[in-house]
């Protein structure tokens, strides 16, 4: 069966630190990626997305992620966090395969960023 | 435009009682999938609409568990006999397609019914 692995369960930085969270699932077929962020309070919304073509990809308020398929993983990252940065992410899988877009989802990881 | 809307925003109900949670996809989009969020963990996909039909139910936890879906509109979750263990947060999502692939779909979710059973 599918499964999503984020390491970091609680991560705490400083502004303006680097940030780095991991992500890797199990599947051997194509997968479509995504990295979701829910901020205090709101939706989940999603961050950023791969498909296909150039395994890094941007998406919003400055993050990025590189698929790294013989790594199964897809790490989210950022250069230089910020106070409003501060919320939970999800990292999810779509197998391509698939017959339904079903997204298998990482278990989640809570992000402080102190000022 | 409106997004995904979801009712009650929260429910508390007693150990033994049905409860019916509701969903709101976005206008046009055809896709409708339910989720659950336990305490400290990840979603976890229960089940997935095409239209009003069901193609994938496999994430149902059990028979107490149904879903239905009225045209490509409101979709509701129904928990019979609801058990401690039921307790989460149901989310609802809508996409404008469902099937996987390069159909460069995205899924739109709304705020979640907290449910709490005592």
């Known amino acids: 069966a599918q499964s999503v692995s984020q390491h970091n369960h609680h991560v705490i930085l400083s502004e303006a630190a680097s940030l780095e969270l991991g992500c890797n699932y199990s599947y051997g077929g194509t997968v479509n990626l995504f990295w979701y962020v829910q901020y205090p309070g709101q939706h989940l919304q999603l961050l950023l997305k791969y498909f296909s073509g150039d395994p890094l990809v941007k998406g919003i308020k400055g993050f990025e992620a590189e698929f790294i398929k013989s790594k199964f993983s897809f790490n989210l990252r950022k250069p230089s966090v910020q106070w409003s940065d501060t919320a939970e992410y999800f990292c999810?899988?779509?197998?391509?395969?698939?017959?339904?877009?079903?997204?298998?989802f990482g278990q989640g990881t809570t992000l402080q960023v102190k000022p | 435009g409106a997004g995904v809307s979801q009712s009650p925003s929260n429910k508390v109900t007693e150990k033994g009682k049905d409860v019916e949670l509701r969903c709101d996809p976005i206008?046009?989009?055809?896709?409708l999938y339910w989720y659950r969020q336990r305490l400290g963990q990840g979603l976890e996909f229960l089940i997935y609409f095409q239209g009003n039909s069901a193609p994938d139910k496999s994430g149902l936890p059990s028979d107490r568990f149904s879903a239905e879906r009225t045209g490509e509109s409101v979709s509701t979750l129904t928990i019979q006999r609801t058990q401690q263990e039921d307790s989460a947060v149901y989310l609802c999502a809508s996409s404008l397609v469902g099937t996987g692939g390069l159909s460069g779909y995205e899924q739109y979710f709304g705020p979640g019914t907290r449910l709490t059973v005592t």
């Open positions: 206008s046009g989009h055809t896709a």
């Open positions: 999810a899988v779509n197998a391509y395969s698939s017959n339904t877009g079903k997204l298998i």
